[in-house]
């Protein structure tokens, strides 16, 4: 099993920024994906960016140029930077990783990202 836990949300003004952290920790050996994904009210949860074991990333259409992700493989830890945050990025944002061998899929409790003035 692993077990994932988001930390770094919280209300932040349009234009600003946050830092998203998600620490895996248990049975780690073998994730080849880690990604971040969010969900906002009556909405459909979304991929926001992803990257896999190389350092190979994927980011929705709509934060390219203001996310970033990467990845801590000594800590286990991946990070999603948002800069200049809109109303429309508000949403739950949800840490996944996922295993090949078994093929298995994890998921955090999820962080909220509010964007308001």
């Known amino acids: 099993q692993v077990q994932l836990v988001e930390s770094g949300g919280g209300l932040v003004q349009p234009g600003g920024s946050l830092r998203l952290s998600c620490a895996a920790s248990g049975s780690t050996f073998g994730i080849f994906y880690m990604g971040w994904y969010r969900q906002a009210p009556g909405k459909q949860r979304d991929l926001v960016a992803a990257i896999i074991s190389g350092g190979s990333t994927n980011y929705a259409d709509s934060v390219k140029g203001r996310f970033t992700i990467s990845r801590d493989n000594a800590k286990n830890i991946v990070y999603l930077q948002m800069n200049s945050l809109k109303p429309e990025d508000t949403a739950v944002y949800y840490c996944?990783?996922?295993?090949?061998?078994?093929?298995?899929?994890?998921w955090g409790q999820g962080t909220q990202v509010t964007v308001s003035s």
């Open positions: 996944n990783a996922r295993k090949s061998v078994p093929p298995s899929d994890y």
